[in-house]
């Protein structure tokens, strides 16, 4: 289905006089309201195929019904969300998830959509049913040269397939890693990974970047062969200049300063991106900002402090994706959730008076810096947000109008109460 853009422009006149008033107090009051909102228009956050249906637990899983059943659905699901806020303008693909039949159709069916295709991931910790070998004991690092040939051609296949379609980065994810001490020689783990890495990257166009996603432990439980920022930063500076560091917000032990590693890394010119989720206790994959809502506001403020102090373009210089998948939620109400907190905790960073904290700083006057963050964190920015949506042609409340306007019952309708999504 795809939205009515009437539906949008009649939704946002019924509640155009509410929002206004609250505009009112930014427009007159905040000398940097406008260049917010501006920025806010330009961000995009890019959405992966595998969030679009009901995530699954070990234990179960239980389809919300209107699942999209192939590419051309989780482009629609896109389409759909990015018609709602104007912020989800790219979907990143899942290969062999989501491998496109008709790359000319494919592509024009996200031009309908105003998509882009974000960066393409690689999948080596799974066993394909037409697969020669397994993964069982790891893709990149494995002991026979052969299972990583087949991983090292696998992600050579992505980069073809994200080629056609447009596409700019390949992020690769391991599960590669080791469940109990003794099972692996780390440093020749270390190696073969490094080497197989090379392969890859050395099949890379010009103008792409690799992410190097780590993660602290699951699918293995001892050790994983890129399982810290350390490690991942590691292979991208071994790697070369087009290798970078993912940080995924789900997949650091639990209590990680993540802001301190995002304002490393971004320094070191060494950060490609994000996965945005929310944690409590590993790798939840829960809704962006839904658990640490301050945390997400600090990882910002870095991030805006280290983007400028780079010159570097807020919107275009990394990689801004979700990695969120539920059990419990409509997919795509998660999602819209989702973005609006990202925008709200980049807002809130945009707000920090930089001057008087670096003034606070060098003056040790810890209570005025800390003042100085929570002011910016404690501001409903909300109407900031809605504005830039209405401007650039979305609804002021997304969630709000998806479920006046049943989408999803729509979506059961044309796909049935009963589809489950390919993907995690
Ligand atoms: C597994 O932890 C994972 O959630 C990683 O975050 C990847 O980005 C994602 O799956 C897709 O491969
Ligand atoms: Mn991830
Ligand atoms: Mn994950």
């Known amino acids: 289905m795809q939205l009515d853009p009437n539906a949008i422009a009649d939704y946002n006149q019924s509640q155009l006089e509410g929002h206004q008033r609250k505009l009112?107090?930014?427009?007159?009051?905040?000398?940097?309201?406008?260049?917010?909102?501006?920025?806010l228009i330009d961000f995009q956050i890019a959405i992966p195929s595998w969030a679009l249906g009901t995530g699954g637990t070990r234990f179960g899983r239980f389809a919300g019904g209107g699942e999209p059943r192939s590419l051309e659905e989780k482009m629609a699901d896109v389409g759909l969300l990015h018609a709602l806020n104007q912020a989800s303008g790219a979907i990143s693909l899942h290969i062999p998830w989501d491998i496109p039949t008709d790359y000319d159709a494919i592509k024009g069916l996200a031009?309908?959509?105003?998509?882009?295709?974000?960066?393409?991931?690689?999948?080596?910790?799974?066993?394909?049913?037409?697969?020669?070998?397994?993964?069982?004991?790891?893709?990149?690092?494995h002991v026979d040269a052969a299972v990583r040939q087949q991983a090292i051609d696998h992600n050579i296949d992505v980069i073809r397939h994200g080629e056609a379609l447009g596409s700019k980065a390949l992020t690769v994810w391991l599960s590669d890693g080791s469940c109990f001490p003794g099972q692996l020689n780390f440093r020749k783990a270390f190696g073969r990974t490094l080497d197989s890495l090379g392969e890859i990257y050395a099949a890379l166009p010009e103008d792409w970047k690799l992410f190097v996603e780590y993660k602290a432990f699951e699918p293995n439980f001892y050790s994983m062969t890129v399982g810290d920022w350390g490690s991942s930063f590691l292979y991208a500076s071994k790697l070369g200049p087009k290798a970078y560091t993912l940080v995924d917000l789900g997949h650091h032990l639990p209590n990680a300063n993540i802001e301190q590693i995002v304002s490393i890394l971004l320094n070191e010119g060494k950060l490609g991106g994000f996965h945005f989720n929310d944690s409590k206790y590993g790798d939840d994959d829960l809704t962006a900002g839904s658990i640490k809502p301050y945390q997400l506001f600090l990882i910002f403020n870095e991030?805006?402090?280290?983007?400028?102090?780079?010159?570097?373009?807020?919107?275009?210089?990394?990689?801004?994706?979700?990695?969120?998948?539920?059990?419990?939620?409509?997919?795509?109400?998660?999602?819209?959730?989702?973005?609006?907190?990202?925008?709200?905790?980049?807002?809130?960073?945009?707000l920090v008076d930089r001057q008087a904290l670096e003034e606070a700083r060098e003056a040790n006057d810890v209570a005025q810096a800390q003042e100085i963050?929570?002011?910016?964190?404690?501001?409903?920015?909300?109407?900031?947000?809605?504005?830039?949506?209405?401007?650039?042609?979305?609804?002021?409340?997304?969630?709000?109008?998806?479920?006046?306007?049943?989408?999803?019952q729509q979506l059961i309708g044309e796909r049935g109460a009963k589809t489950i999504a390919t993907g995690l």
């Open 303 to 350: 991030l805006v402090d280290g983007m400028d102090a780079r010159g570097m373009n807020h919107a275009t210089s990394l990689g801004w994706m979700i990695d969120a998948s539920h059990n419990v939620k409509d997919p795509l109400e998660d999602l819209l959730q989702s973005v609006e907190a990202i925008q709200l905790a980049y807002a809130q960073a945009l």
């Open 111 to 141: 031009a309908s959509y105003s998509l882009a295709f974000d960066a393409v991931n690689s999948n080596t910790f799974q066993d394909q049913p037409e697969q020669e070998l397994s993964y069982k004991f790891g893709s990149l690092q």
């Open 24 to 39: 009112s107090y930014w427009t007159q009051e905040v000398a940097t309201a406008e260049p917010i909102i501006r920025k």
């Open 373 to 408: 963050l929570q002011d910016a964190f404690r501001t409903d920015v909300r109407p900031l947000v809605a504005e830039a949506r209405r401007r650039a042609g979305g609804a002021l409340q997304p969630l709000a109008l998806y479920r006046q306007l049943n989408v999803r």
